[in-house]
């Protein structure tokens, strides 16, 4: 079993930035891989990026690249996800999710944490 807790979310300017942590307990962290989603209301989740285990590889939608950074450290089991740049279509709750396998389809990761609002404001 794996426990992901997110923190970080707020509110923000457009421009503006803000860094999301996610911190995970339980199995073992550094073998999974970390994905960040985000879910605006009446919106599908949508993936925004994820992490390989080893920090090796790092995987970015279209719609933040450039803008949004991922990272881990696994000696703190925990997996950041640094915005700048933030848009008012960047406002959704942030999701943070774990698995042996990276994916950008939400159903593909089995555990989840609950979520940490973030609304950019124009």
């Known amino acids: 079993q794996v426990q992901l807790v997110e923190s970080g979310g707020g509110l923000v300017q457009a421009g503006g930035s803000l860094r999301l942590s996610c911190a995970a307990s339980g199995r073992t962290f550094r073998s999974w891989v970390m994905g960040w989603f985000r879910q605006a209301p009446g919106q599908a989740r949508e993936f925004v990026a994820a992490i390989t285990w080893s920090g090796g590889s790092t995987y970015y939608a279209d719609s933040v690249k450039g803008r949004f950074t991922i990272s881990r450290d696994n000696a703190k089991s925990t997996v950041y996800l640094q915005m700048n740049s933030l848009k008012p279509e960047d406002t959704a709750v942030y999701y943070c999710?774990?698995?042996?396998?990276?994916?950008?389809?939400?159903?593909?990761?089995?555990?989840w944490g609950q979520g940490t609002q973030v609304t950019v404001s124009s």
């Open positions: 999710a774990a698995d042996p396998s990276y994916s950008v389809i939400p159903s593909r990761y089995n555990y």
